[in-house]
């Protein structure tokens, strides 16, 4: 049905490029017919508050109670966002949205501290026919049934024309100051055709007396894998030139305010084998010198890491991969003056004294820029058998190297990684986690297009993101790994689907620093947890048990198992409620 619809629309090549790079972008056509009847009773532009767990059709009228104002919670320093939604059976030219200041009496937070935006409509399309996930190829987009879905937070477009008998959503973020006096903060949402006023909404934040610290200084330890090479294919620019840096800029930006910790850097050439639209590069050259001996140029990886380190992500340096997915690694080579490539693996000799070259070199560099404490050799879904085999080469070549992998759990290598990642469905016995974070190790979680839930994909429902910090602090996990920060797809606003994966699994944040419904319930999540890190710290120290014992019953809501009969939005409304008696 609207599967062939939308191939007819998206591959005409009418889309350019050019025109996804400008400040407003066209979405697709709706593939969905609209059913006028639903419309009949919608006789004016109506406006309410909405829910940010809800995704709105684009084609029907929203099942909402009018509402007009609406309050909220914070603590300083957080950030809160709210959605509101717009319907109309006549046409508005010219939707825009603006925020005044919140009011307390004498204090206030400043207009510039919120930010309103629209949320925008990509192309998506579902799990796997058998329910249970989204891996596996897609070569073609009729077999999957595709829709419109809510996702870009659209912060850049100053205003939208509305067709008739359409619903839009509109978004506001509230930064508040961390040196705000507590208290009742209110203020207005003037929703706008032009310059005429539709709606005003009114909106009060509740500030408490906790401060929630900066990102910088949160625990929690966010590793989303960036893709730079995505964002010099999108913007047509030069890899690493001046222009590459400023494009990335606002969009490594939006990974480190949610308190991104890892840089994500390749140190040869295709070390996932191109699986993304736009495959990695090395950032580090490998050249074999007519001698037979070997040589490496660091300039990329260093002004890579200097510029993540200048936008405030600074933890770790993780450094892809010593096995890539194809055991292929390419040099250039000197003695023919050409590129060239070498099939080796663990275990074989010439893997060895390559890699030991690249390591002792690589080892040198890093304690020369002051980095090497920082840097892990990472690994990926690796099998047991090479990664010791692996270990053996890195610890040959300096024992100090700090070593992560993102794969299954298996006991050998407990104390061997520094940084260990396992699917969610793997679950670490206590008495490691407990060893591991006495030994300060990274311990965290990660998921992939296996999970049908909870996941990332464009279609999933948004609080599931939310849900993987609550998650971690229910298992004293650190934090969470997901493999695509920003590897787009040819069309990224437009259209969030993938040959390889179910939509939007390669990306969580759009073109032009453009956030996501996905990703601003990460970033609840996250500051949730840090809020249960500090109720936890404050608590024990005050010997409270009975509120110790009250946020482990709130979390124990998370339970990946129970999902269907308890959504991720239901578990963490419950939760918060709890917590919120005694804050």
């Known amino acids: 049905m609207k599967n062939i619809l939308l191939s007819v629309l998206f591959f005409t090549g009418t889309i350019s490029i050019y025109a996804q790079i400008a400040d407003s972008y066209r979405e697709l056509p709706n593939p969905v017919q609209t059913d006028l009847t639903q419309w009949d009773k919608v006789n004016t532009p109506k406006v309410s508050w909405g829910s940010t767990d809800v995704r709105y059709k684009k084609e029907v009228p929203p099942s909402v109670d009018i509402m007009k104002n609406l309050t909220l919670s914070a603590w300083k320093g957080e950030r809160v966002c709210a959605q509101f939604v717009i319907w109309s059976s006549e046409e508005i030219k010219e939707l825009n949205f603006s925020a ?108 408490g007396q906790r401060t929630l610290p900066p990102p910088s200084e949160w625990a929690f330890h966010l590793d989303l894998w960036q893709n730079p090479y995505a964002v ?179 006991k050998e290598l407990v104390y061997e990684l520094d940084d260990y990642c396992v699917a969610l469905r793997m679950k670490y016995p206590e008495d490691v986690k407990r060893q591991r974070k006495q030994a300060g190790k990274v311990t965290t979680f990660y998921t992939s297009c296996e999970e049908a839930r909870p996941n990332t994909f464009s279609f999933s429902p948004p609080a599931e993101t939310e849900w993987f910090a609550w998650y971690s602090a229910k298992e004293g996990l650190d934090g969470y ?24 699994d390669t990306y969580l944040i759009y073109p032009g620093g453009r956030s996501s419904l996905r990703f601003e319930h990460l970033i609840d999540g996250i500051q949730a947890y840090e809020k249960i890190r500090l109720l936890k710290k404050e608590y024990a120290e005050k010997g409270d048990k009975r509120k110790l014992d009250k946020i482990d019953k709130a979390l124990q809501l998370f339970d990946e198992t129970t999902l269907k009969e308890v959504p991720a939005a239901k578990a963490i409304g419950k939760a918060k409620r709890m917590l919120n008696n005694f804050e």
């Open 481 to 504: 790994l997901r493999w695509a920060l920003n590897s787009w797809v040819k069309h990224p606003l437009q259209d969030s689907r993938f040959h390889t994966w179910a939509a939007g």
């Open 100 to 207: 005044g200041e919140l009011r307390n009496g004498e204090e206030s937070i400043g207009k510039e501290h919120l930010t309103t935006a629209f949320v925008r409509y990509v192309m998506t399309d579902e799990l796997n026919k058998d329910g249970n996930g989204g891996c596996g190829q897609r070569p073609d987009p009729t077999k999957f049934d595709s829709t419109l879905v809510a996702d870009p937070i659209d912060h850049i477009t100053p205003s939208l024309l509305i067709p008739s008998h359409s619903t839009q959503g509109g978004w506001v973020s509230i930064h508040i100051p961390s040196q705000v006096k507590a208290g009742a903060y209110r203020g207005t949402i003037l929703v706008k055709d032009g310059e005429k006023v539709i709606s005003t909404l009114g909106i009060t934040v509740n500030v």
């Open 232 to 410: 010099a294919r999108y913007y047509q620019v030069t890899p690493w030139s001046k222009e590459h840096f400023d494009y990335m800029r606002p969009h490594m930006k939006l990974y480190a305010d949610a308190g991104g910790k890892s840089i994500t850097a390749s140190i040869m050439h295709k070390p996932w084998n191109g699986q993304t639209y736009d495959y990695f590069e090395s950032m580090v050259t490998w050249i074999k010198k007519a001698d037979g001996t070997w040589m490496f140029d660091y300039t990329v990886f260093d002004k890579w890491v200097e510029f993540m380190m200048e936008m405030g992500i600074r933890k770790q340096i993780n450094c892809y991969s010593m096995v890539p997915w194809k055991l292929s690694f390419r040099y250039f080579d000197q003695a023919t003056n050409s590129l060239q490539s070498v099939s080796t693996q663990p275990g074989e000799a010439v893997y060895e004294d390559m890699w030991l070259a690249m390591l002792r070199s690589f080892a040198a560099h890093l304690k020369q820029k002051g980095w090497f404490g920082i840097t892990y050799i990472s690994m990926d879904e690796r099998p047991m058998e090479t990664m010791l085999k692996t270990l053996e080469i890195i610890r040959k070549a300096d024992k100090d190297f700090k070593v992560s992998l993102a794969g299954a759990y298996h």
